[in-house]
């Protein structure tokens, strides 16, 4: 039967964006042309260029932080608390003004589907910006100790996964503690970030308290390098974030690093199996699966495998897979060709290990960068499935039958960014909560963000907390922690 | 037509009950099994059950797909009046009105039923005849349900012996609230014996069991019964259809039918106002239960102001214009 409910085509305009046919380096108030070689930006749905974009030089690097340093010491750190949430809350409100431009830019430029880049990506941005505005001006009172102080200059290095976000996590803060930052957008998704320098601009932030910095994995490095950056901030691969861990090690730098993942999502036998199935979609299938702490490895209890599998199945047949910017689309195009390949190998290996792959019947576009989303069942805690981050829209499904296995069996990885606990027994989530070794734990939900919420990992995800009090605490200096 | 009570009713014995469907047999042989049966359901998460609808109603429905859904839910309107002052006018107007529910565009589609109080059926299916339009009729001491179950009977019979092809009943909230569930279950079987080859819905009420707990529950309760569609609420109560009500009902129905093969229908019914309500509820109906529930046969709106709501946005889109209130007729 085919389906009379056809959803006609709903695309959002993308006449709102007007992006440039190249792009320049944004230091000290000014787009500067850069001294190395540019490089392109393609949609991932198409493969079409978007735009040209200046690649970062050492020289470029330096230029920035000499750029930060000269705002961190003459205007930024020394202007009032007050005045500098003032400019915060001005940027907060041009991203809601600005939001649909914003949207459409970063589901252009990553792939994602514009519900979630419209719904997720940048109203939770300019909500930490509102965030961190408050805090700019009652950080004696914070809790922290005694007059916490700025740290000077921050280079921050974020992945194109969230682009915006990641860049409000970072900027954001460092900005209401009263530091100045340089920033490495990733080399994929570097529009966002631009567009974000024109804001600044718009709200009249002063010269070098923000640069971007655009380029591949040189650039980040000379931005984690420069001996005059006081704190590195990299959202990012674990591998990255162990060479950057190196680099800064025996310096007087200060780092935060936020890596991957492999969540483990738990449902017990008493969840609310509907919604529990919903959140084991919203758990690995948002953002493709592009998320450090997607919920990549769901272990269910035995006595309901078959019932949950089931459920998953139908729920991932109905899932909308296409055109990032057409709204009804559930899941986007894969950001990279490198990543899809990536993502092809682990699951060639997931199927080779012999775990059964599930994959609902999709149609995807010719061109771009597409993956279906899958489900391996059959997997053993041995396989690579269940170790190694995929970043996709692949989800591996293992079994329990008892709690003390589910915890055992969550924190058998060396990864601990999140975790997500399904039952409706409230004394269950308290318990198991306390014995996960995760960073963040959900119960009966995932994938929720707040900025008043601390974000970090255990182990090989990381070290650090981004957002509430705890955030504050990795850009001052003399802040007690929370 | 009225009939009179059926003097032997109150003390003639129940007839034994009847089995509900091959995997359910036994959840119905006592009071302990039922409720044991009902509270093994898994539980529903309001947070999610809320999210979930809220990111269906930002589906953007548009072009091709509203004009289908228009039609769609045009076909599947339960036109209702169930006032003190209904008169047999009243019901004619509203069958004519059903019949041709645009009298400037035949294209429209026809409404799936006319709903009336019992003692209205007959002037309905009169003027109803000829059409495929159904006569449905409020019974079992609509809206409040208190009332011996003799006299519910009754009820239902002089409707069903009016002409109305479905019978509309609603529950015992207090037996269902107080833990009889039992109780609740028996009245459904003996309603819908009653109903001989009418159809039954079985309204929950939902606006008083409050929980979507207690709406799982009830809905599988009516469903084990043999009720044909299970329908949200009166209108007489507020809350009435909800968002999240409706996706609870769905998850009912589908998971029933997978379990017993039997499909049973769902009616959301009062507070759907405008075409956009009823979108939301076919992308619903669509993306929770599937396509198999996107016909009047299995699909009903209750309203009586959302047809005109519905009319209106269809002339918008054959004509590029909005028309205003006054291009389509009271009832």
Redesign the interface.
Known sequence: ?T??????P?PESRSIVDIAPSYGLFVDGEFVDGTGESFKTVNPATEEVLSEVASGTAEDVDRAVRAARRAYARVWGPMRPADRGKYLFRIARLLQERAREFAVLESLDNGKPI?ESR?VDVPLAAAHFFYHAGWADKLDWAGLGPGPRPLGVAGQVIPWNFPLLMLAWKVAPALATGNTVVLKPAETTPLSALLFAEVCRQADLPPGVVNIVTGAGDTGRAVVEHPDVDKVAFTGSTEVGRSIARAVAGTAKKLTLELGGKAANIVFD??????AV??IVQGIFFNQGHVCCAGSRLLVQENVHDEVIASLQRRIG?LRVGDPLD??TDIGAINSAEQLARIRELTDIGEAEGAQRWQPACELPERGFWFPPTVFTDVSPAHRIARDEVFGPVLSVLTFRTPDEAVAKANNTTYGLSAGIWT?KGSRILKIADQLRAGVVWA??FNKFDPTSPFGGYKQSGYGREGGRHGLTAYLQGADRP | MTSVLDPGALSAQAPPRPEPLAPFADVTRSDAAVRAFLHGL????Q???E??VA?LG?????????A??ID?AISMVDLTTLEGADTPGKVRSLAAKARRPDPGDPTTPPVAAVCVYGDLASVAKQALEGTAIKVAAVATAFPSGRASRAVKLADVRDAVAGGADEIDMVIDRGAFLAGRHLDVYDEIVAVKEACGDAHLKVILETGELVTLDAVRRASWLAMLAGGDFIKTSTGKVSPAATLPVCLVMM?AVRDFRAVTGRQVGVKPAGGIRTTKDAVKH??LV??VAG??W?SPDWFRFGASSLLNDLLLQRQKLRTGHYSGPDHVTID
């Not at chain 1, 389906?3 to 006609?8: K, L």
């Not at chain 2, 898994?42 to 998460?45: C, N, S």
């Not at chain 2, 930002?58 to 509203?66: F, G, H, L, N, Q």
Request: net charge negative.
């Open positions: 039967m389906d009379p409910f056809q959803y006609a709903a519900r719904d008493d969840a609310p199996i509907d919604q919903e959140g109905r709204k009804n409706e009966n939900t | 898994p539980g529903v998460d947070v999610g059950a999210a979930r990111v930002s589906r953007s429905i548009k072009t091709t797909a509203k289908w859904a769609t998850e076919l992308v669509n993306e396509p198999d996107l």
